[in-house]
């Protein structure tokens, strides 16, 4: 089992920066990706981004050269960033973490959301 908890989210004016936060616990160890997704209002869910565990990560259209996902450093990486520049209105969801393990049915995790709002 892993657990996830997003933070970070929050009101920002259009131009302006947030960094999220994703706190993963458990079986960490056997994370093979961890991505972060974003559902607006009335949309389905998409990917923004994601890292893999050697660290290759990837990006949405929508997002690239705005958007840049990290891990922590320690040797527990057990936190995995999204910081994120120049948002749009448009870049306003509720912004989940999503974890997804090594094992055979590639078994998936997701943390409850943080809301992003980015006021024009």
């Known amino acids: 089992q892993v657990q996830l908890v997003e933070s970070g989210g929050g009101l920002v004016q259009a131009g302006g920066s947030l960094r999220l936060s994703c706190a993963a616990s458990g079986r960490i160890f056997s994370i093979k990706v961890v991505g972060w997704y974003r559902q607006a209002p009335g949309k389905q869910r998409e990917l923004v981004a994601t890292i893999t565990a050697p660290g290759t990560t990837n990006y949405a259209d929508s997002v690239k050269g705005r958007f840049t996902i990290s891990r922590d450093s320690a040797l527990n990486k057990n936190t995995v960033y999204l910081q994120m520049n120049s948002l749009k209105p448009e870049d306003t969801a509720v912004y989940f973490c999503?974890?997804?393990?090594?094992?055979?049915?590639?078994?998936?995790?997701w943390g409850k959301g943080t809301l992003v709002t980015v006021s024009s």
């Open positions: 999503n974890a997804r393990m090594d094992d055979y049915f590639g078994t998936n995790y």
